[in-house]
């Protein structure tokens, strides 16, 4: 019998003050899934009080990004002049193309009352195509999100297909991503993506004979069908899709095919700083006066002014 799965992979734990994040892509030996180039499992963690996240302006080139929250809220703000609260069950998919600036930060209801957060985030790399692409923000409310069922597992198609629905998120080549869980043990079927992994978000799975853990990832091999066992108590999520066109090189928040384009994307970062964002090639989103400089750059930062709501129009 054909093996299920080439690779588990164990994630790199960071702590935030207080806030874990689990990081499994990229990984040494294997820097992706199909589009997917990076991947972090963010908390749970519980936020008191008065305290939130705090994710000051910075830059991306050559991706799509996706927060998909299972706890908690986060206000979005880009340099298209988007603001969108997204909270468990939507999608804010955004688009970086030749670059954007995002912010993402606790909203001030949930900071002032506390709170738990808990999410996957998620870049998928663009095709070569669409890597100069105008930059580009679209909010999914949950209830355009199709609802799935697999065994005795329920969940959301995120993007692409999966289980014989289809999601309305867009992206330029195949792919898919969506969340399972279920309150009994019980199989369900490996969608049928060219490149594909399971994260487990929670409880356990097992293919092949093979059991992935809590935040462990499996990448699976191209044989369907993939029967895969999932325990009472589970949360998992499937991510993949069609192979990349070709290589991709990561450096901070860029994803580029070349040295060249990372290293212009970092230029401009720089120069826009400098400019104060007025007439550069990356702008701040509105209401935002803070920054995150390059790593190893002793560029200033300034005083971190939290935008309220009344900045927001």
Not at 83 to 106: D, F, K, L, Y
Not at 150 to 157: D, E, S, T
Not at 193 to 210: D, R, T
Request: aromatic share 8%; proline share 10%; charged share 20%.
């Amino acid at each position: 019998m054909p093996e299920a799965v080439a690779l588990i992979i164990d994630p790199r734990q960071r702590d935030l003050g207080g806030f874990t994040v689990r990081r499994v892509l990229p990984f040494a030996k294997h820097r992706n899934v199909g589009p997917f180039v990076f991947f972090d499992h963010l908390g749970p963690a519980v936020m008191p009080p008065g305290q939130g996240l705090d994710v000051r302006s910075h830059p991306h080139i050559g991706l799509a990004t996706v927060t998909w929250l299972f706890e908690g809220a986060l206000d979005h703000r880009d340099s298209l002049g988007t603001v969108q609260t997204i909270r468990p069950g939507a999608v804010n998919w955004m688009t970086a193309g030749r670059g954007i600036v995002h912010s993402e930060r606790t909203p001030p209801e949930e900071r002032a009352a506390g709170h738990r957060v808990e999410a996957i985030q998620t870049w998928v790399a663009l095709p070569q195509s669409h890597q100069e692409q105008d930059p580009a923000f679209v909010h999914h409310p949950a209830e355009s999100l199709p609802r799935i069922e697999a065994g005795a597992a329920r969940g959301v198609l995120i993007a692409g297909s999966a289980f014989g629905k289809r999601s309305p998120v867009e992206f330029p080549t195949g792919i898919c991503q969506c969340v399972l869980e279920t309150d009994r043990d019980t199989v369900v079927e490996a969608p049928d993506a060219p490149e594909l992994c399971l994260y487990v978000v929670s409880g356990s799975a097992e293919i092949g004979g093979q059991t992935i853990n809590e935040a462990q990832m499996a990448v699976l091999t191209a044989d369907r069908p993939c029967p895969v066992k999932l325990a009472a108590g589970s949360r998992v999520m499937f991510a993949g899709g069609d192979p990349l066109d070709g290589p991709r090189l990561l450096d901070w928040n860029f994803v580029a095919s070349s040295k060249e384009r990372l290293a212009k994307a970092a230029a401009d970062w720089r120069a826009s700083i400098a400019g104060g964002f007025q007439g550069t090639w990356f702008t701040q989103p509105h209401g935002e006066t803070a920054w995150i400089p390059l790593p190893g750059d002793p560029q200033p930062m300034p005083v971190d002014h939290q935008p309220d709501h009344h900045d927001w129009t």
